[in-house]
């Protein structure tokens, strides 16, 4: 075997073997398998035994290994919010998805799986270590938001074109990077680490082997002409961005405001847009330039008079929100704790009822059977094991008990909450549309003025006899007076039109603001309490189970000591 298929080999574990593996049959993550997962997780002998008697809390599961699971695809990982570490490495999965929640993950690998494509990672903002080895991605791409990524390993896919690897310039905490065993990395006379390495100044390793001070100079004179057009690119993109952010977060506002296109004469200009009737009649010259002026100062007026009032209100809605969501968290974080410390006293009661049942199985084991001292310790376990349920019961309802209320207490809060913020933006609304009404009444002052100013005009010109110097769209007007009444007509209409299109806009956004505002909040806590009610409820059985099992593993622990004595 050659130097090179030695390499590869060593480089790249085989489809074979991992296909040889005794996987279980193809599936989805979900629930029984987190929980299987967790209690399976690193301990051995007694520390296992004790760690599988401790409760299952969602909440505190900070790592999860699914290696070798079969996994087709991924799900139900919602159920653990403070997740900082994830192995799904050694499975099947074709897509990254359902993972946008895990907001805490730091660490996250996805090695020797079928991936084609880097998605769905743009929310894990503290995510520090990425592995994607081993899968069939074509291209890198999509991870420019992880701004506290530390080491990306995406060595062993398909990726054959360099468009991407300038990307992660922008990923400057970004210090090892492996892309060994792609095609790229394979380009006879190209050397592959030399242009990383002048290419992302912020690495400090490329396949795991340190970059020296003199390997960075000789790489960037290597590729000068390629770093001088990477970097100009990226210096305007930079400032494109920075552009970008302060527009789009002002956009934001405006648009959370409801007076987004308000700050200036964009609704004057709309009104103007499509209007034919309009621009026949500014035909006749000064007299309708100098009523437009006016027009347009007026009506800029009340545009101005509506943002300014849209942001003030904006400023007290954001406050009612906070101010609801702080006490929402506030009400979960107390009840929390007090459900936390039900469960500590009780798992030191559970400590001594099992070491009690331990003591009493164990004499149990040395009697003999049905005897009176057998007899005697079966009483004695029978009234651990009736003490144990009942302590088990009372605080399942005890913290089942806190749940629904604290569920219906966050029901009442949520349409308090409702009622609050449909009165303040019905306020809002109703201020507004005062503002629209006195911008219909400009409208109509303008095509009153209008009428007469054309009236005047055609009236002048046939004083004068100088009909030819009239427009030749308003020369209808010249015999019949009611042309010049429907053309005013027209125009008014349509810049009426505009106005309560931009009103009516305003009021059917505000309402699908509370709307969509309270479906979030309400579905939010519908997942919430369906998550503590399985949180509580595998508590129960795993305590039970445990209980159960105790009297085997009693029995399996002394018979072990025999065969050892």
Same mark, same amino acid.
């Given at each position: 075997m050659d130097e090179e298929t030695s390499t590869q080999d060593s480089r790249e574990p085989s489809r074979d073997f991992l296909e040889e593996i005794n996987y279980p049959e193809p599936g989805i993550i979900n629930l029984e398998m987190i929980k299987s997962a967790y209690l399976e997780e690193g301990q051995r002998g007694e520390m296992r035994r004790l760690h599988q008697l401790e409760p299952v809390v969602l909440e505190r599961i900070k790592t999860l290994n699914l290696e070798f699971k079969n996994i087709l695809r991924i799900d139900h990982l919602w *159920?653990?919010?403070n997740l900082t570490k994830l192995c799904l490495n050694c499975n099947k999965i074709e897509v990254i998805e359902h993972i946008g929640m895990l907001t805490s993950l730091k660490e996250l690998n996805l090695s020797f799986n079928?991936?084609? $494509?880097?998605?769905? =990672? /743009? %929310? #894990? *903002?503290?995510l520090e270590v990425l592995s994607l080895f081993g899968n069939h991605i074509t291209k890198i791409e999509n991870l420019e938001t992880l701004e506290k990524l530390v080491i990306l390993s995406i060595g062993n896919n398909l990726i054959d074109k360099f468009d991407g690897i300038e990307r992660l310039r922008f990923v400057s905490s970004l210090k090892v990077l492996n892309l060994e065993g792609n095609p790229i990395a394979k380009l006879p006379d190209f050397p592959l680490s030399q242009y990383v390495t002048a290419i992302l100044p912020q690495l400090n390793y490329y396949e795991y082997v340190f970059i020296k001070d003199e390997m960075r100079e000789a790489a960037q004179k290597r590729f000068y002409r390629e770093l001088r057009e990477i970097e100009g690119k990226q210096e305007k993109e930079i400032v494109g961005r920075e552009t970008e952010a302060r527009e789009h977060a002002e956009a934001e506002r405006l648009a959370s405001s409801f007076v987004e296109h308000l700050d200036g004469h964009q609704l004057y200009e709309s009104m103007w847009r499509d209007d034919k009737d309009g621009k026949v009649l500014m035909l006749i010259g000064a007299q309708a330039q100098e009523l437009t002026e006016e027009y347009e100062k007026d009506v800029h007026e009340l545009t101005q008079s509506i943002y300014k009032l849209g942001l003030a209100r904006?400023? /007290?809605? &954001? /406050? /009612? *929100? $906070? &101010?609801?969501?702080?006490? =929402?968290?506030d009400g979960q974080q107390q009840l929390q704790s007090l459900g936390q410390q039900q469960i500590d006293e009780f798992l030191q009661y559970r400590d001594k009822a099992f070491d009690e049942a331990?003591? %009493? @199985?164990?004499q149990l084991e040395k009697c003999e059977e049905n005897s009176a001292e057998h007899f005697q310790h079966c009483e004695e376990m029978d009234k651990i094991n009736e003490q144990f349920e009942d302590r088990l019961h009372e605080?399942?309802?005890? #913290?089942?008990?806190?749940? #629904?209320? #604290?569920?219906?207490? *966050?029901?009442?809060?949520?349409?308090?909450f409702e009622r609050r913020i449909s009165r303040l933006m019905s306020s809002f609304v109703e201020e507004a549309q005062l503002y629209f @009404?006195? =911008?219909r009444e400009v409208c109509q002052h303008f095509a009153h003025n209008m009428t007469e100013a054309v009236s005047r005009f055609i009236s002048h010109k046939l004083a004068l006899q100088d009909l030819d110097n009239v427009p030749q769209e308003l020369r209808k007007c010249i015999d019949d007076r009611e042309a010049i009444l429907k053309l005013v007509s027209d125009m008014k209409a349509t810049h009426i039109s505009r106005i309560e299109e931009r009103e009516d806009r305003m009021a059917n956004r505000s309402k699908e603001f509370i709307d969509n505002l309270i479906q979030k909040r309400t579905k939010e806590e519908k997942e919430r309490h369906r998550a503590k009610i399985l949180e509580i409820n595998s508590f129960m059985e795993m305590m039970t189970k445990a209980m159960t099992h105790l009297p085997e593993e009693i029995h399996q622990e002394v018979l072990m000591d025999s065969v050892k004595n």
């Open positions: *159920v653990l919010p079928y991936i084609t $494509k880097i998605e769905n =990672l /743009e %929310t #894990l *903002v503290n904006f400023s /007290e809605r &954001d /406050e /009612e *929100v $906070k &101010d609801f969501m702080g006490s =929402l968290q331990t003591m %009493t @199985l164990r605080m399942w309802h005890s #913290l089942m008990a806190q749940e #629904l209320h #604290l569920h219906e207490a *966050v029901e009442e809060s949520t349409l308090n @009404l006195q =911008l």
